[in-house]
């Protein structure tokens, strides 16, 4: 085992295969799907203080709508001009006009190793890497809820993923400046509004559907925490600078 395989097993494969089998374990009737709800959970608490910079950045991009808007009118027909006085602008504030980005950045390394998890963890050998600490139960029933089956794919939460998906993009989304220097900006924020869903329902169809009830977790979490944020910006304002 290379350095970099035994730094992605310690560090998140082995965490999150443990966190599962914990939660698995302590939740009455060791159902699995209570089990992936409560790790993203979890996952979403620990990853709150990086989630909830990105939003604020997301807020007070959206505040500097009327200077961007003075900007387009005063270097009108000159992209070049307008893109650098767009970048000067978000300088200026410390902006990065890619931080609606920065959610799924964070969240993608974790995402390939709960698949990783979900793909193999239920294989008997897997439990071989449970902490000493951590009760194993013999073995993992995909069979959740008494009728949704984890280890296969399932369309009906691959909509769920790819809607929630959409959703909290769309919540998420500062309003488009228009400038000619946020152009990669705006093309990344529709790959991952539109695109971005459409492949999650693609991939439904063949991953083990615990990955996408994972999803829909995170998904419904995300946009439970826009939806608050959104409410106590919109009565409080940005007052921190």
Same mark, same amino acid.
């Given at each position: ?36 709800? !409560?790790?993203? /959970?979890?996952? =979403? %608490?620990? &990853?709150?203080?990086?989630? *909830? +910079? !990105?939003?604020? /950045?997301?807020? =007070? %991009?959206? &505040?500097?709508?009327?200077? *961007? +808007? ?172």
């Amino acid at each position: 085992m290379n350095f970099f395989t035994f730094l992605y097993t310690e560090v998140l494969w082995r965490p999150l295969f443990n966190g599962l089998v914990f939660f698995y374990t302590v939740l009455p009737g060791q159902d699995l799907g209570l089990a992936i709800i !409560a790790l993203t /959970a979890a996952i =979403r %608490l620990v &990853l709150a203080p990086l989630l *909830l +910079k !990105a939003q604020r /950045a997301q807020q =007070r %991009l959206a &505040l500097l709508q009327p200077e *961007l +808007k003075r900007i387009q009118e005063k270097f009108k027909g000159d992209r070049e001009g307008q893109g650098r006085a767009t970048m000067e602008l978000y300088a200026a504030h410390k902006i990065n006009p890619l931080s609606g980005c920065l959610p799924l950045l964070i969240q993608l390394p974790i995402l390939i190793a709960v698949f990783q998890v979900f793909r193999g963890g239920f294989e008997p050998s897997a439990l071989g890497y449970l902490y000493s600490f951590i009760e194993n139960p013999g073995a993992l029933d995909p069979i959740s809820f008494g009728i949704l089956d984890l280890s296969r794919g399932n369309i009906y939460l691959g909509v769920a993923a790819a809607a929630t998906q959409y959703l909290q993009t769309r919540l998420a989304a500062p309003p488009p400046s228009g400038s000619g220097g946020g152009d990669f900006a705006k093309a990344l924020q529709w790959q991952t509004t539109y695109f971005f869903p459409l492949l999650i329902l693609f991939w439904s169809y063949s991953l083990p559907s615990a990955l996408t009830l994972y999803w829909t977790t995170l998904n419904f979490f995300g946009i439970l925490q826009e939806i608050l944020l959104k409410n106590y910006y919109g009565r409080h304002g940005d007052n921190k600078k």
